[in-house]
């Protein structure tokens, strides 16, 4: 598939994302921009927000898919970020965790670090990448309609997906609070796992 020349809003898209999560679905943002924009769209107890951890917002996804394979698990991550952890995507095509779903938002640059240009403003594709390291279920997003419709998929249907959206550069609207601590144990309550006291969410 050719890659789409419309550059699609990527908090108009976390919004739509987050209205789609009715069963639990753990979500691991990436840094910067994606989470964000995942934290403006709806804060959940389930949601990971990645703090200076660039390019380990799919490793992370993938260990949570594979250690609760009946939860629907999503990773956004950049086109920065992927780029500097391009093995993640070979080691999720071998393992191919049936609910794990990634979506990485490519604008071509670094955004945060001063908008140099990333290898995906030129001549790698993001989505031809991904098909070669094993995700077969891989797709560029041509609109608002399409990434809803592909979504919306069922965990049965098979996976791993990987779906590949050109977008903007509109800087996130809020900033997630910057505490490792608490972000680590609201997630863990979210996923059932802490065993720790009640926290407020």
Request: aromatic letters at 4%; hydrophobic letters at 40%; proline letters at 5%.
């Amino acid at each position: 598939m050719t890659m789409p020349t419309q550059r699609l809003n990527r908090a108009d898209l976390s919004k739509r994302l987050v209205a789609k999560l009715k069963h639990d679905e753990a979500v691991v943002a990436g840094i910067g921009n994606t989470n964000w924009d995942l934290y403006g769209a709806g804060h959940r107890p389930q949601n990971f927000y990645m703090l200076g951890s660039m390019g380990l917002a799919c490793p992370i996804a993938m260990g949570v898919a594979l250690a609760q394979p009946e939860r629907g698990v999503i990773a956004l991550e950049g086109d920065g970020s992927i780029l500097m952890s391009l093995g993640c995507l070979a080691t999720i095509g071998k393992v191919a965790p049936r609910n794990l779903t990634i979506v990485i938002w490519d604008n071509g640059i670094y955004q945060i670090t001063g908008k140099q240009a990333t290898a995906t403003a030129g001549t790698t594709d993001i989505v031809a990448v991904a098909k070669g390291a094993g995700i077969a279920n891989s797709h560029w997003v041509r609109d608002e309609d399409h990434f809803e419709k592909l979504m919306d998929r069922r965990f049965d249907e098979g996976g791993p997906m990987l779906l590949a959206v050109k977008i903007d550069d509109k800087p996130g609207p809020v900033q997630t609070p910057r505490d490792p601590s608490l972000i680590r144990i609201r997630f863990m309550q979210g996923l059932g796992t802490s065993r720790g006291g009640a926290l407020d969410a």
